[in-house]
C-alpha cells in the first residue's frame, strides 16, 4: 500500500475521521477465468493464482494495519469468483439478506455465504427475487441505492426495501463493463452525520447510468465528486471508504487526486489479476454491519 501526504489536502479540505469497519473476505486459492460472465473476462487467457493470492493478502493487510477487522470465509474448490465477497449478500444491523446470482456459474456461493452468516451470528433471509447484493446495493447514509439492468432485477428492489424498512433509489447501468453498481459508485461517507443527518457522500461514474439516474443522483449527491471515464475505465470506483482512507487502485490517479482535495486519504492497493475477473479492491470486501461478535 501507499499513503498520500494528507496535510497539504487537509488545509482547505475537511477533517476526514476514520470509522471502524468489519469485512468479509475469502482467500483467492482456486481463482482463475473458466466462464465469461463480464465483458472483462478472457478465459482464454492464462492467469495466476499465486499472484492473485499475493495482491488479495496486501488488500487484507492493508485493512488490517489501519485497525479494521477482517472475518474470512473458506473458498470452495470449483468456485472461482467466490473471492468477490460483495456479492455473497447484503448486511444491516446484523441481519443479513443472501443472495440469489443471475448467473448460473455463481450459484453455488450462494449456500456457503448463507451458511457463513448464520453461524457467525446473523440473521439470514433467503432472497426470493435475483440480486448480487452488495455488488449492486449501496448503504449510503440512511438510503440503499439499488442497481439493476445487468444483474439484480428491479423486484429485487422492492425485497430490498421490505427486508430492511429503508428507502431503496433504484438506478440503471447501461455500459456492460460497469455491470455491478460498485463498479460505478463509491460510498466515501458510508455513516450518518451528528443528530441523524445524513452527510453522506459518494463518488460516481455518470456515464454508466441512464438518463433518469443521473439526474437522481445529481439531484440527490449534488457535492458528489464525479469521475472521469479513464479512471471509471480501470475500476477506480471500486473502491471501499472508512470515510478517511479510501482504498482505491493505483491506476485511478485522477480520483485519487479528486480525494486528496476533498481531504479522503487514498490508500492504493493494485488487485490487477483480480481485475481479469472483473472485480477489484470493492467487490472483494463486504461489509458486515452489526451482529454477534
Ligand atoms: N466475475 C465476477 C462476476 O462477474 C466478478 C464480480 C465482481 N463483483 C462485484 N461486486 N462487482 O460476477
Known amino acids: 500500500m501507499s499513503t498520500q501526504n494528507e496535510t497539504v489536502a487537509e488545509t482547505q479540505a475537511p477533517a476526514r475521521t476514520a470509522q471502524h469497519r468489519r469485512y468479509l473476505m475469502c482467500r483467492p486459492e482456486h481463482f482463475t477465468v473458466s ?8 478465459p482464454t487467457k492464462p492467469t495466476d493464482t499465486a499472484k492473485a493470492v499475493r495482491q488479495w493478502q496486501d488488500l487484507y493487510d492493508t485493512y488490517v494495519s489501519l485497525g479494521h477487522e477482517v472475518e474470512l470465509i473458506d473458498p470452495v474448490p470449483g468456485l ?24 448460473p456459474e455463481r450459484s453455488g456461493e450462494e449456500r456457503p455465504f448463507m451458511d457463513w452468516f448464520a453461524a457467525n451470528g446473523f440473521d439470514v433471509v433467503e432472497p426470493v427475487e435475483v440480486q448480487e447484493g452488495e455488488g449492486d446495493f449501496l448503504l449510503v447514509g440512511d438510503t440503499i441505492l439499488a442497481g439493476t439492468g445487468f444483474r439484480s432485477v428491479g423486484d429485487s428492489h422492492r425485497e430490498l426495501g421490505e427486508v430492511f424498512g429503508r428507502e431503496v433509489v433504484s438506478l440503471r447501468l447501461v455500459d456492460p463493463r460497469f455491470y455491478h453498481l460498485d463498479t460505478a459508485i463509491t460510498v466515501l461517507d458510508p455513516v450518518e452525520g451528528p443528530g441523524g443527518v445524513d452527510r453522506a457522500n459518494i463518488a460516481y461514474l455518470p456515464s454508466a447510468f441512464d438518463d433518469e439516474s443521473q439526474r437522481i443522483l445529481a439531484e440527490r449527491y449534488p457535492d458528489a465528486i464525479h469521475v472521469s471515464d479513464e479512471d471509471g475505465a480501470v475500476f477506480g470506483l471500486n473502491a471501499a471508504s472508512d470515510g478517511k482512507h479510501v482504498f482505491i487502485s493505483p491506476r485511478a490517479t485522477g480520483f485519487a487526486a479528486q480525494l486528496a482535495e476533498r481531504g479522503y486519504t487514498p490508500v492504493t492497493v493494485d488487485l490487477s489479476e483480480l481485475l481479469l475477473g472483473g472485480g477489484g479492491i470493492k467487490c472483494c470486501t463486504l461489509e458486515l454491519r452489526g451482529g454477534r461478535r
Do not use: C, H, Q, S
Open 80 to 103: 472461482p469468483d467466490m473471492v468477490y465477497t460483495a456479492n455473497g449478500g447484503f448486511i444491516i444491523d446484523g441481519r443479513a439478506l443472501g443472495v440469489k446470482f443471475r448467473v
Open 35 to 42: 466462464y465469461r460472465i463480464n465483458p472483462w473476462m478472457e
